[in-house]
């Protein structure tokens, strides 16, 4: 059923002006995201980008440049592209790099939200190589100690080759609860949890609504914020792009693009030894840390959620929330295509989550 969403996606970005081959790119990266259960990074944030499209703040087709571009190393101005695409094209770059010098280091600037990390790092697993992404973000987060926004959520994924295609995929935020998470709250109407983000005088704010005029808080004080700051230098100060409060809201700035900066590494593991050793020890690690639970079921490795929910989601359909459902008819009227059907998994009555997509 996933296929059938994909597809659905694809028209109605041919029906807004996506160019064929970026916005096919962009839709992959979207129901990836939708399948394997991270639903804040998939078909829920369509309306946003279409919005961006529509006001000219993203460009559909662009065309990346390299500024730079040497053996292991280039830097890549993104043309105010599709975060997806121009992300897939650098981190692609950043592979074919590893596969000559064992390593490839990609930089990007002047691009757009790129989604979920996880996608980018599972492209260099898929082929057999360690993969790094970094991204900064419109300012949400304090630094620690500090009471006003200095940093975006900005996350980091890590991603190791695993046996069966079942990748390590380790993909985080940089505070205590990412921003699309913090934005279902919103949605929702959920109060936050305690110490999640705090008002100009350092007392906890607990709905989500009130955000504008408050901070976010890394995870882990300290350590978090170094993170964070870390993830600043990589993808931005080391890459052109703008930084700190400078970087533009997807949602709220409508007079300016992005101008994010991302930061991907790939290494091959083949150029560092063999490959199947590599795989063996990488399993036994993952033996000892799942054996290392209790009664109540093993230690998860990251990753491991993520290909459960795909075949999950592959056998009986995405699960779409009512709201964003609803979202997708108003799309599907707007741009004169057909609206997806929806298929109630709670049986007749009321219209309430989950949903499963097919056409």
């Known amino acids: ?84 695409y121009v992300g897939h094209e650098a981190m692609s770059l950043a592979i074919g790099k590893a596969a000559k010098f064992g390593v490839g280091a990609v930089g990007v600037h002047n691009s757009n939200h790129f989604g979920t990390g996880a996608y980018f790092v599972n492209l260099a697993a898929e082929n057999n190589m360690i993969g790094l992404a970094f991204s900064n973000s419109v300012a949400r987060v304090a630094a620690y100690g500090g009471r006003e926004p200095v940093f975006g959520t900005n996350p980091f994924a890590f991603g190791v080759p695993g046996r069966e295609g079942k990748n390590m995929l380790l993909d985080m935020s940089t505070s205590g609860l990412c921003g699309s998470q913090v934005m279902k709250y919103a949605e929702e109407g959920k109060p936050l949890p305690e110490g999640i983000a705090v008002d100009a005088q350092g007392k906890s704010v607990l709905d989500a609504r009130e955000l504008d005029s408050a901070a976010l808080l ?33 949602f709220k700035n409508f007079n300016d693009s992005g101008e994010n900066g991302h930061f991907f590494l790939a290494i091959d593991l083949s150029q560092m030894g063999s490959p199947e050793v590599f795989s063996e020890r990488l399993e036994s690690l993952f033996s000892t840390v799942r054996s290392s639970g209790n009664a109540e079921g093993d230690v998860l490795v990251p990753g ?56």
């Open 218 to 250: 890394p995870f882990g004080g300290a350590r978090g914020y170094g993170i964070a700051l870390m993830i600043e230098i990589l993808s931005s100060v080391l890459t052109g792009a703008l930084f700190s409060t400078k970087v533009n809201s997807m």
């Open 304 to 359: 491991d959620t993520r290909w459960l929910r795909k075949q999950e989601n592959t056998e009986l359909g995405i699960p779409v929330d009512p709201l964003t459902f609803l979202g997708l008819e108003k799309l599907s009227v707007r741009f004169g295509i057909s609206a997806p059907e929806q298929v109630r998994n709670d049986g007749p009555g009321e219209l309430s989550a989950p949903l499963a997509i097919k056409l």
């Open 1 to 84: 059923m996933h296929d059938e969403l994909l597809v659905w996606t694809i028209r109605l970005l041919k029906k807004a002006g996506f160019d064929n081959e970026q916005g096919l790119r962009f839709a992959e990266a979207l129901i990836w995201s939708d399948l394997v259960g991270r639903d804040t990074h998939g078909i829920w944030r369509l309306p946003a980008y279409l919005a961006r499209l529509e006001a000219r703040l993203i460009k559909c087709p662009c065309s990346p440049t390299l500024c730079a571009d040497s053996q292991a190393v280039a830097v890549m101005d993104g043309d105010q592209g599709l975060g997806h």
